[in-house]
């Protein structure tokens, strides 16, 4: 009987996550009428707008995960090895994204780095889109430095660290040369998460008005009917390819660490 | 002229002073263990050579040049640790050449050298091999091969053999001596293990709360312990009371035992009662070829060791341990017997207070 109740709540729970995933994409097949097609996707596919708004906010999430590596691993490293009681803090500060939303955060850079402040970003194409990385690497922050701060619990940072001191080793050569190798895989799963944030995202874009992929879809949605339909399910088909790709190099990992 | 010297060496952490005023010479290609308690500051000093913790006080020189204020990384010494460490994302081969591609060795070089190092350690065949692929003690080698590739000044060991099995950490304790004995390196190695500092060391330091007890020979420091910390730490020790009969040659009675020592004893007076200790070997059950018994008892247990029989004699609510060669002709006390010892003159050593 147990058993006949957790199947029916799975079964529910999944049909309310399908269905209408299913609608959606039997929609966005029924742009010819009385036939399905991949009409409203080639539309899409081919539509000039949606190659350049894809490709700017895949440069910028590109850019992002770099940035994200370069602020999160040395962090997280430092504070593991020389400043473990400030983990909380930095753990608090990292979350930080996760409760002050998209729209207070780029009000506060329109207002930092206007035309008219000591640093006019937003008086640039250039300086808006380091902002609107600037703005991506914040809110990609909670999920970035916990995936990196969980691989390096995986390995003995203080004693790899001094091994590779004792070998004659700086501080840039232990952090390219051994630490990165050895939290590839949660860096990697971080930049995934970063990419599919990225692309997805709408507030700070259209606020700081920069032809991204998230405003892209907002414009499309509001002024096409099967178009929509079909641009959410290939931004389904990208956020799910990021986290089976997170999957795949998660068990890449496990199989390379196998003791015999 | 000494090779790596010590002087006032001095560590606090807050207000906790966990060394203190620590002085040692070490000769070029001596082989020294720090042994000690945990929390004695062996591993600490031991760090301090490494450069990993800074000296709140004193001075470290390697061949003469200052190195108190120079980072790890500039000291040209090689380290191996309990946990291995060597770097999951590199071969065999890469970890062994590390070392040797930070200082920006030539290809070639960095090739025949990796191979020696090898060779030396006979892992030649493993050299394609991740650490996970490896056994505990086959990684630790890979280790001592990785810290003695760039040729160091000094081979640090900190407690290399304790994760390791008893039979392998046997093995490969003689295979370090013999390496550092071919190589001619200086070493350090730290150690809680007696047994494993008393067979591979030149010199022992025997460290209590941050100083240094008792420096000297594996000999020198179990038959001749100067402080009742070493003498209690190093190997089994019995403690009995005699009474002193003539200081000016060392005779003392023992129960019923009239013993010389080999040396007078000073600083006592004759008819005073004094603390005699000894270690098990001294004792054997007393017969007509070994004189009047000194110590008399029960037997509490005999416990086989292998190659000796180790008897535990209440003797008078002392407990007494002696040892016995195991063969197979000889009687094993058995518990609730009663036993008399005899103890050899040159076995025996005064306490000090």
New interface residues.
Partial sequence: MKRFWAWGALIIGLLYFILPLIGMTNFSLKMRRGVYSFDAYAKVLGDTRFQETFSYSVTLALLTILVGVFLVVPTAYWVRLKLPFLRPYIEFVTLLPLVIPAIVVVFGYIRLYNTSSWLPLTGTALGTDVLLVAGYTMLALPYMYRAVDTGLRT??VT??T?????????WF?IIT??IL??V?VAVLSGAFLTFAIVIGEFTMAALLNRPAFGPYMQVLGANRAYEPAALAVIAFAITWGCLGLIQLVSRFQKS????? | MSFLTLTHLQKSFGSVKVVHDFNMTIEKGEFISFLGPSGCGKTTVLRMI???EIPTGGTIEIAGKDQTNL???Q?????V?Q?Y?????MSVFDNVA??LK??GKPKSEIDARVKEMLKLIHLEHLSDRYP????GGQQQRV?LA??LA?KPQVL?LDEPLSALDAKIRVSLREEIRQIQRQLGITTVFVTHDQEEALSISDRIVVMNAGKADQIGTPGEIYNRPTTRFVANFVGTLNVIEAILVNAATGTVKIGEEVVSLPQPITGKSDGQSISIAFRPEAATIAGPSTGPAAVTGTVLSSNFLGSVVRTKVDAGGNIISFDMFNQASAQIPKAGETVSLSLQPDGLMVLGD
Avoid: H, K
């Fill in positions: 390995i003995d004693t790899l001094e091994a590779a001191q004792s070998l004659g080793a700086g050569t040369r051994i190798p050895n590839l390379a660490q196998r003791p015999v | 490494a450069g990993f980072r790890p990384n000291r040209n010494i090689g380290m640790f946990a460490a060597l770097f999951p994302n590390f070392g930070v200082a996970y692929q490896m056994s280790a990785r810290a760039p640090l």
